[in-house]
Each structure stands twice: as C-alpha cells, then as structure tokens.
C-alpha cells in the first residue's frame, strides 16, 4: 500500500540557510500534518492542513511556513536556520470518515542537521 | 487540554519474557481515539493500532495485546514472548475528535530493550 513520501531523507543546512522539506500523502487522504521531533523527544505537532486550507496550528515558530498544493502534497519552509532546528521533521496524512479510521499515518521522516 | 502519561521511561526485559507499556491519558472529548506507534533505530514512526473511546474490547494481534479501559483512562500495550525485533521507543497518543483539534499528541515514549 502507498504510505506517505517526504524528500529530502537528510538534508545537512548551514545556520540562517533555508530549507524546503516536501510531503505526498497517502492517496485519498485530506488532511496532511508537520510534526517536529528532537533528540530523544516526543513528536511535536506544528501544523495541519485539510483539503488544503490550515486547519490546526501548534508551536510552529515564525520562522516556519508551511502549504498545501492543489495536488494535496505539502512543503513546510525553514528560514533563518538556528542549531536548535536540527531534528527529525515528519509529515503525517490520514482521511475522514467513519471507513477511514481516523488513523495518523506517518512518513519516514526528514533528518534536518543544522550546522 | 489533553495530556499522555508513559510513567516508564525505558524498560529492558531478557528476550522471550512478557513485557507491559503503561499509557494513562487526559482527555475532556467524550470521543477520542488512541494510539500506539513504534520508532525503531532507524526513525520511522509505525503505526501500530488504534482504538476509539466508544469501543472498549480488548484486542490482540500475534504477540502483541492492547487493554483499554475507560474507567482508569488506561490503554496499556503487552508484548508477549519479546524477541530483539522489539527494542524501540513505543509512543502513546490521543486525538480528539473536533474538526481544527484532530492532531496527535503524544506521550514521551517508553524506550524498550530487549536483552538477547
């Protein structure tokens, strides 16, 4: 079954570099989700889309953005790179409905090295 | 607002022993679901199983049982016979059910060892 792609794998930025992370949802899934997970921590949420439209913020910093395309795949921007951005970011996508199962399906993850 | 307790930080048990994860969670949603993912070493974060608040029934699949009870917002997870395949950090978390509130929030993982 297709899972959720993101690109880069690894990705090694210089500090106030920029970063671009790209997320493809599982098929058929309307809603997409960032979380931001740091060495030897508990995922972080930072936020959703469904269908495209924002739907849910967590602690995201300004420096961050975030976008869902019309071809649902999303792409979450990373500006001014600080050391403490390093982390393993994740993409996660699930569907409405009761078929669905509301379940939360994660991506590989993209390993962010800020040097 | 929501909360995920894993009391167990890390656990390491001799391979083939049975192992239990405690999970307690907060939650004022009378509809949520719960969750248990498994991270390995190599990062990924795997979806195991999921459990609605309105289906209190046990389950178990192969080596693996999970006990949802409502009464002491528990859903604790038991591996049985563990075997080295099994050392990771296993997350718990809930999601409530209000459109714009439905992401996850995790509690800070358990790390287990299984001892060869």
């Known amino acids: 079954a297709a899972g959720v792609i993101q690109s880069p794998r690894h990705l090694i930025k210089e500090k106030r570099e920029t970063a671009t992370l790209k997320c493809y949802p599982i098929?058929?899934?309307?809603?997409v989700y960032w979380y931001q997970q740091g060495p030897g921590q508990d995922p972080q949420f930072l936020i959703s889309?469904?269908?495209?439209?924002?739907?849910d913020k967590g602690s995201i910093p300004d420096r961050f953005s975030a976008q869902q395309f019309s071809d649902y795949h999303s792409e979450l921007n990373m500006s001014s790179l600080e050391l403490g951005d390093s982390a393993l970011y994740f993409c996660?996508?699930?569907?409405?409905?009761?078929?669905?199962?509301?379940?939360?399906?994660f991506g590989e993850g993209s390993w962010l090295t800020v040097v | 607002a929501q909360k995920v307790t894993q009391a167990q930080t890390e656990i390491s048990v001799v391979e083939k022993e049975d192992v239990t994860l405690d999970c307690v969670y907060e939650?004022?949603?009378?509809?949520?679901?719960l969750f248990w993912y498994k991270q390995p070493p190599s990062g990924e974060l795997v979806f195991l199983i999921r459990?609605?608040?309105?289906?209190?029934q046990n389950e178990i699949s192969g080596r693996y049982s999970w006990n949802f009870q409502k009464s002491t917002s528990s859903f604790n997870f038991t591996i049985t016979a563990s075997q080295v395949v099994d050392s990771a950090v296993y997350f718990c978390?809930?999601?409530?059910?209000?459109?714009?509130?439905?992401?996850?929030?995790f509690g800070t993982g358990t790390r287990l060892t299984i001892i060869p």
């Open positions: 996660a996508s699930s569907a409405r409905g009761p078929d669905s199962g509301n379940t939360i399906y």
């Open positions: 098929p058929r899934h309307d809603t």
């Open positions: 889309f469904y269908e495209k439209m924002q739907s």
């Open positions: 939650t004022r949603d009378t509809t949520y679901y």
């Open positions: 459990r609605n608040s309105f289906d209190e």
């Open positions: 978390a809930l999601r409530e059910s209000n459109f714009g509130n439905e992401k996850l929030t």
